[in-house]
């Protein structure tokens, strides 16, 4: 009986500890209680440069230090995000996100222009939009494909440019807002070449000028970067997607934090914080989307 | 006294009046002269002021121009223009980059300020259609000003002006965009005119607010003024001055108004009127007093003139005394001197008086006849100058020659020739001396054959040439070289430069030889350049060069007979290939080289397969067109370093280079043999044609060159033995043993001839009776160096070789001296002896036992031949039928080393032999072995079935013997019984042996 006993403790002690790992619930009191606020974040653009700054670094640094806080910052990849968040792989899968393995949950908050996909809200939650963006085609210089002429109507811009793509090679990266599957790639019968998992995405340019294929997808905050990195080396060829939002994503089990940073998120963007943050790392955005940063926050 | 008489009052007062006029004119001088010097000083400085300011504005408007010039370049411009060039719209990314233009522009904007202010009041980005894409100031596009890129935008940046309704003009620098050498668009920046312009014009005016300064554009239209516009006229001209000082070559103008201050004169003009006026007086009375002195030291000044005069008419009179040159004033009436100077005195050796009295035609015997003396005059009158030379003769006969240089002039009213002469006697003899050296050196440059000219090394153009020269070329003097030297060129070719002439020592580099074409043939020169000094100190080109195109044709003539011979010596007339002595020559050189680089050569033999027959059949004319093409497609398949030789007949041989292996060579030869199998058309009719090649390898085969062509050659035969069309290569490996065997075989038979050879005698005893039946002959060697050899050693060495016989022969005549020896001294005793097939074989072998038995005495029953099974198989008839005749005269014939081969039943049956000898390699393991066992059983039954004698050999121990006794043979051999041994040891050995009991008493109880 004793021997009985001891290994139903035993095996009750495991499967609190496989939970500790994956399933452990660490929302607002028990980071305060923790005293620390991990940010994963993915180098991406100017929301985070891989160098401990960028957009969402500085947010999310204030958003730390309204908790009271100390901030800390956890590089980590399109391939292991959700993982290092919620604690489970995930994928997309179709219009679905697929879970994989279980792994050791190690942030808080995902803040670096993450898109707020269909798949994606299956996972985590996001927060109130961040940022607009959308993706858009780009291609070298000499490439055969031409800009396209804007007629006013989104959806006729991206067929404009999705009948161009017949037998062209394009970047594209699964899993993240370049995923083709998100924009029916397949279709356009473009010869779609999926980059390694540990592509970055600002990686994808510089593909390109290494003739990897004649053009790439690309989220328009890096297309802009993009222009002013090699200018006169590519060309916006029109966009591929619908108008996109990027958000703070946040463990489903985490509801007070993700409340908190709306508040936070709104007081910002009442009192001019955000828009001088996003006028030093994005000053080109206001003439693309002025309507969203103009607006008042909700 | 006199000189209190000069000091009278009246002199007093004219020297105080003097004294006061001068004071007071000199008062009124300077404050006069002061007031002047105060006005322009004041001027000067006004206008320093605003040329300094008009530097200050020149240099604000060219710096703000090169400003905007240099913004026109941003990378920012050229990322816009190269974006929308790509087809990027506005929508999807090209406003991204005119946020960037819109960023620099308003980088610039806060950049430019002066005194705290910007010097822009906003700066746009214009379309080429006008339309502004982005300005620093938003409202900016309210205020579109037409500028247009059609008419008024010439590349580059200027400064415009535009009408201000209310507050006068605007100023802007429009700027054009080039992109891709295309203006594309404007820069436009409005100028901050009221806040920067004007304090810079008011900062610098030093205060002095009482002067205007004013910044006008072309067409009078003031931009900037620092008073308002209307006051510059409310003051006359007298009481200002205006200045206008222009901004380069812009057309704007800064002008400045300068008012006179009368405040800062001195005093009043008529004040300055009426001190002149009192002082008028005074200065007459002094003018009076000053005309009467003036007219004393007028008298005074003459006088002094005069004594000055004097002076320099002494002086001017030595300097033509003492002049080199002679000079005399002629009268030109009577051509008399009327003066002479010394020289010409001294010239004439006569005193200035006795030469006043003679006559310039005296002395000169060209203008000697009065013709000739009016001629010159008249030439002189017409005001010419007469430079001539003439000559004359001293009053002592000696001649002289005068070079003269006269003019006429008036002289004290008078005409006279002015004449300057020259003694030039010397001059002229010194240039009789050269004309004299120069006839005796052109007469020796025309006499001679070479060709000699001198060539301008700057220009080219031939400055002399001699006789020889100028038949060969015509007239070269004058003209450059490469018209006539070098025909067909243009212009100066790789012999005009010079820089051949001197050597590196400097002295005049190595003579040449030069080939020229002169009309239709082309002659040679020997030619040898310098460079020498000219006339004018310059260095020029001197060509020295001899015909030696008689000698050149003859060594050209020399070369092609050697050539033809060479050609004849080394090739083979037929097929224009190599010959033997070529080859073997160029075999020596690759063995060097291959020696030297480490690398291999492959020597090839190549024979044409039945060759023989096609020069049969098609003649010998078919056969020879077809080696040429073989030749040729040799040639065609093999590299340029390969050499391709015929051997002679049908036969080639192919040296080919850097062969490293067999392997390589393989892919060479195998390309010949196909390239040589494709059919040859002959006279119309196809052959076809294989060929077999033999090759050895260099330096696997390390040999000289006739040791591996014979190699080759013997490669080549055993490829014809293999079948023809194909290679074979020489193995040195095998090529050593068979070497070896062939010298082993030729100390054999010296041995045999040097009687180094010996019989060893092996006793054969019958074991049932305990007697001894005979010996078999057993030959040894008795080697001088390694002692007495086995015939294992040397036996098998000459199997089959016609040595065999010699040996076969010597053991015969041997063995039969002994048997005749033993005959002789009562020992009678058979001897064996083992004799090959091939020996049996040879015609005459038993008409020659037989004499060699009548030499000797003996009876033939005393001789027994043991053959081997193996060597009668091909032959069986003629054996048997040289046995049958050998075995009438008694000699007995065995069967050697039975069952070791065929153990034919034939052979015993067809042969008339009378013994089978067992081979001693069964009976020594019989009892150990039962194969061996019932071999010998068999042996001695077939023996006993065909009523033959049966010995066994090698019978080592008793037990054998008896065995061998209870099988039933009787006749044993070995070493049981005895050894070898000379024949001198028999008779010994004969006495002391003693049968074993063992076999007497096997034999007996077989017997019962």
């Given at each position: ?240 997607s619908d108008a996109q939002l990027m958000g703070v994503a946040f463990r489903k089990d985490t509801p007070k934090l993700r409340e908190a940073f709306n508040t936070y ?34 | ?662 392997e390589q060579c393989v892919e060479t030869l195998s390309r010949l043999l196909d390239c040589l199998t494709t059919p040859y058309e002959i006279r119309s009719t196809l ?19 006739e040791t591996l062509l014979r190699h080759a050659d013997q490669a080549m035969y055993l490829a014809k033995q293999k079948g023809r069309n194909c290679y074979h290569f ?279």
């Open positions: 009986m004793a021997h009985h006993f001891f290994f139903r403790l035993l095996l009750l002690f495991l499967i609190f500890a496989m939970l500790g790992s994956t399933g452990w619930t660490h929302d607002l009191a028990d980071i305060k209680k923790a005293g620390v606020l991990r940010h994963l974040a993915i180098p991406y653009a100017n929301f985070y440069t891989g160098r401990e700054d960028g957009l969402d670094v500085e947010m999310i640094k204030g958003f730390a230090e309204a908790l009271g806080v100390r901030y800390k910052l956890i590089e980590t990849s399109w391939k292991d995000v959700f993982g290092d968040l919620t604690g489970h792989n995930a994928r997309r899968e179709g219009k679905n996100a697929k879970l994989l393995d279980k792994v050791p949950v190690r942030g808080d908050l995902v803040a670096n222009g993450m898109t707020i996909l269909g798949w994606r809200t299956q996972v985590v939650n996001f927060s109130e939009p961040t940022f607009p963006s959308g993706v858009w085609l780009i291609a070298r210089a000499d490439s055969p494909l031409t800009p396209i002429t804007p007629t006013g109507k989104l959806k006729e811009d991206i067929k404009q440019v999705k009948t161009q793509l017949h037998n062209h090679g394009v970047l594209a990266l699964a899993n993240t807002c370049l995923d083709p599957g998100l924009y029916n790639m397949n279709a356009t019968g473009a010869d779609i070449r999926l980059q390694p998992k540990e592509r970055k995405l600002n990686e994808m340019v510089p593909a390109i000028l290494n003739n990897d294929a004649d053009s790439t997808l690309l989220d328009v905050p890096d297309a802009l970067i993009a222009l002013e990195r090699w200018p006169g080396q590519i060309k916006v060829i029109g966009p591929i998120f709104k007081r910002i963007r009442t009192d001019g914080t955000y828009n001088r943050l996003v006028k030093k790392y994005y000053p080109a955005v206001f003439r693309y989307s002025a309507d969203f940063f103009t607006q008042p926050a909700q | 006294m006199h000189q209190s008489t000069f000091l009278t009052r009246s002199n007093a007062i004219r020297l105080g009046g003097l004294l006061l006029g001068g004071y007071i004119s000199l008062l009124i001088g300077l404050v006069y002269l002061g007031q002047i010097h105060l006005r322009q000083s004041l001027f000067e400085q006004a206008k320093l002021t605003i040329e300094k300011q008009a530097s200050a504005v020149n240099y604000f408007l060219s710096e703000q121009q090169d400003e905007i010039k240099e913004f026109t370049k941003n990378p920012a411009l050229n990322n816009f223009f190269a974006n929308r060039a790509m087809g990027m719209s506005m929508k999807y990314g090209l406003r991204a980059s005119l946020l960037t233009v819109q960023n620099e522009l308003k980088r610039l904007l806060n950049r430019k300020k002066l005194l705290g202010q910007p010097v822009y009041t906003a700066i746009s980005f214009v379309d080429r259609d006008g339309s502004i894409l982005v300005s620093t100031k938003e409202t900016e596009k309210q205020k579109v000003r037409s500028f247009h890129l059609d008419g008024d935008s010439a590349p580059g940046v200027s400064l415009r002006i535009f009408d201000n309704k209310k507050l006068g003009y605007d100023a802007y620098y429009v700027a054009t965009i080039d992109y891709h050498n295309q203006v594309t668009g404007l820069i436009i920046a409005e100028v901050n005119l009221a806040k920067v312009v004007l304090p810079l014009l008011q900062h610098s005016e030093n205060n002095r607010v009482d002067n205007t300064l004013m910044l006008i554009a072309p067409h009078d239209k003031i931009l900037v003024s620092t008073a308002p516009v209307s006051d510059p006229n409310s003051f006359s001209t007298r009481q200002q001055t205006t200045l206008s000082v222009p901004l380069d070559d812009s057309g704007y103008i800064l002008k400045g108004i300068i008012r006179n201050n009368q405040q800062m004169l001195l005093t009043s003009p008529w004040f300055l009127a009426a001190i002149a006026l009192l002082s008028l007086p005074v200065v007459g009375g002094l003018f009076l007093l000053l005309r009467l002195n003036n007219n004393h030291l007028l008298l005074q000044a003459k006088y002094l003139a005069s004594q000055q005069q004097e002076q320099e008419l002494r002086y001017f009179r030595r300097l033509l005394d003492l002049s080199t040159d002679l000079i005399a004033v002629i009268d030109p009436s009577t051509s008399r001197y009327l003066d002479v100077n010394q020289t010409m005195c001294t010239f004439f050796s006569l005193d200035r008086e006795q030469l006043l009295k003679k006559k310039f035609i005296d002395h000169s015997d060209t203008y000697r006849t009065i013709e000739q003396w009016r001629l010159f005059l008249k030439q002189i009158r017409k005001n010419e100058r007469i430079t001539d030379e003439y000559n004359g003769q001293h009053p002592d006969g000696s001649p002289f020659f005068i070079e003269i240089n006269a003019h006429y002039a008036q002289l004290d009213d008078r005409e006279a020739i002015v004449a300057i002469f020259r003694d030039i006697s010397e001059r002229k003899r010194s240039e009789q001396v050269i004309q004299q050296a120069n006839q005796r050196v052109n007469a020796v440059l025309a006499g001679i054959d070479a060709i000699v000219y001198v060539m301008d090394m700057e220009t080219h153009t031939i400055l002399y040439a001699n006789t020889a020269a100028t038949t060969l070329y015509g007239d070269l003097v004058g003209k450059t070289c490469w018209q006539h030297l070098h025909s067909g060129q243009t212009g100066p070719c790789s012999f005009c430069p010079n820089d051949k002439l001197l050597g590196d020592d400097g002295k005049p580099a190595e003579t040449y030889i030069w080939e020229f074409q002169h009309g239709e043939n082309n002659l040679w020169f020997h030619s040898a350049d310098c460079a020498i000094p000219w006339d004018d100190g310059r260095y020029v080109h001197l060509q020295v060069a001899t015909d030696i195109t008689a000698r050149i044709q003859n060594e050209q003539a020399l070369q092609d007979a050697h050539s033809q011979l060479e050609a004849l010596a080394y090739y083979d007339p037929l097929t224009r290939l190599a010959n033997r002595r070529l080859f073997i020559d160029r075999l020596q050189h690759a063995l060097h080289k291959a020696d030297r680089i480490n690398s291999g050569l492959a020597i090839c033999y190549l024979d044409l397969d039945e060759f023989k027959q096609i020069n049969d059949t098609y003649g010998h004319e078919a056969g020879d067109d077809l080696l040429v093409q073989v030749g040729e497609r040799l040639l065609n398949n093999l590299r340029g370093e390969d050499t391709v030789a015929r051997w002679g007949g049908d036969e080639f041989a192919l040296l080919i280079t850097n062969q490293k292996d067999e052959f076809q044609v294989t060929t077999s090649v033999g090759v050895t390898l260099y330096p696997k085969d390390n040999g000289d060159p020489f193995d040195p490996e095998q090529d050593r043993r068979i070497n070896m065997r062939l010298e082993q075989i030729n100390c054999i038979g010296k041995a045999i001839k040097q009687d180094e050879l010996r019989l060893f005698y092996q006793p054969k005893i019958d074991m049932a009776r305990g007697r001894v039946m005979g010996a078999e002959a057993l030959v040894r060697w008795q080697h001088p160096e390694e002692g007495l050899l086995p015939p294992v050693r040397f036996l098998p060495l000459i199997e089959g070789h016609r040595l065999q016989l010699s040996l076969d022969w010597w053991v015969l005549d041997k063995a039969m001296q002994q048997a005749s020896f033993w005959q002789t001294n009562g020992e009678e005793l058979s001897i064996s002896v083992n004799i090959a097939a091939q020996t049996i074989q040879q015609p005459g072998f038993a008409d020659r036992l037989i004499e060699l038995l009548a030499d000797y005495g003996i009876d033939g029953g005393l001789i027994e031949l043991e053959i081997l099974e193996s060597g009668i198989i091909d032959e069986l008839d003629t054996i048997s039928s040289v046995i049958r005749q050998c075995v009438e005269t008694g000699i007995s014939f065995a069967l050697d080393d039975y069952g070791t081969g065929f153990s034919s039943l034939t052979h015993i049956r067809r042969l008339p032999v009378q013994t089978l000898k067992i081979d001693q390699s069964f009976v020594r393991e019989m009892l150990d072995n039962r194969d061996d066992f019932h071999i010998v059983e068999g042996v001695i039954g077939l023996a006993r079935a065909f009523e033959l004698e049966v010995i066994a050999e090698g019978v080592e121990t008793t037990k054998l013997g008896t065995q061998l006794l209870k099988l039933g043979c009787n006749y044993a051999q070995g070493y049981c019984i005895a050894k070898p041994m000379p024949s001198s040891e028999i008779t010994d050995w004969r006495k002391q042996y003693k049968v074993p009991e063992e076999w007497l008493k096997a034999a007996a109880e077989k017997t019962v």
